[in-house]
């Protein structure tokens, strides 16, 4: 399944943003790993990543919509994000 592009480059924007990555995320593509990879990236780090994208595209994740995997990668967050959308 494709994604458009720009859901992939507002999940980086929100990541740059939240986790302070300074830019870093403009060398991120969908295969790029983040729990475990992106030392910014801990428990509430998550938390905020789920409240921003949440504002951004005014929707609601479930405790049981999002879980570790979710954030295993870019793209799987693009797909986590993309599947509440649809």
Do not use: H, W, Y
């Not at 859901?7 to 924007?13: F, K, S």
């Not at 780090?45 to 570790?68: C, L, N, S």
């Amino acid at each position: 399944m494709e994604f458009p592009l720009n859901l992939l480059e507002e999940i980086l924007a929100i990541l740059d943003t939240t986790l302070c990555l300074q830019g870093r995320s403009k060398t991120m593509d969908r295969a790029s790993a983040l729990l475990g990879a992106v030392p910014e990236l801990d428990s509430m780090a998550v938390v905020a990543i789920i409240g921003a994208i949440e504002e951004r595209f005014d929707i609601v994740f479930d405790d049981d919509e999002i879980d570790g995997q979710s954030f295993a990668t870019v793209g799987s967050l693009v797909d986590t994000v993309s599947a509440k959308l649809a």
